[in-house]
Nanobody, 118 residues
C-alpha cells in the first residue's frame, strides 16, 4: 500500500529555513520522479519542485533559488530545504509523484502546514 507522510512544518519566522521531509512506503522514490506541492488557503494546489529518478531537479519560478529538493533513496525519503521564507510561502505542503496519474491521486497524504510569520 502506497503511503506518503510529510513532516517538518510549523510556524516559522520570515527568512527561516525549515526542512520538510516526506517518508514514502509502498514504492521506491528512486524509481519515479517525485515532487513537492503546496496549497495556500483559497488557492489551488501548485507544483513547487520536482526531482527525477536520476536526480535532476526543477523548480517553480516563485521558489527558484530559495528551495532545494533532494531524495535519499536508501531511506526512501524526499526532502525540501526551504530558505528565505516569505509570508506568501504559507501553505500546506505535500509530496507526491511528479506526474499525477489516476493512481497517484490516491497517494495524497495529510501534508505539513508551513506558516510564515511576518
Amino acid at each position: 500500500q502506497v503511503r506518503l507522510v510529510e513532516s517538518g512544518g510549523g510556524l516559522v519566522q520570515r527568512g527561516g529555513s525549515p526542512i520538510l521531509s516526506c517518508a514514502a512506503s509502498g514504492f521506491s522514490v528512486s524509481a519515479i520522479a517525485m515532487a513537492w506541492y503546496r496549497q495556500a488557503p483559497g488557492k489551488q494546489r501548485e507544483l513547487v519542485a520536482r526531482i527525477t529518478s536520476g536526480g535532476i531537479t526543477s523548480y517553480a519560478g516563485f521558489v527558484k533559488g530559495r528551495f532545494t529538493i533532494s531524495s535519499d533513496n536508501a531511506k526512501n525519503m524526499v526532502y525540501l530545504q526551504m530558505n528565505t521564507l516569505k509570508p506568501d510561502d504559507t501553505a500546506v505542503y505535500y509530496c507526491n509523484t511528479a506526474q499525477l496519474t489516476l493512481a497517484s491521486l490516491y497517494y495524497w497524504g495529510q501534508g505539513t502546514q508551513v506558516t510564515v510569520s511576518s
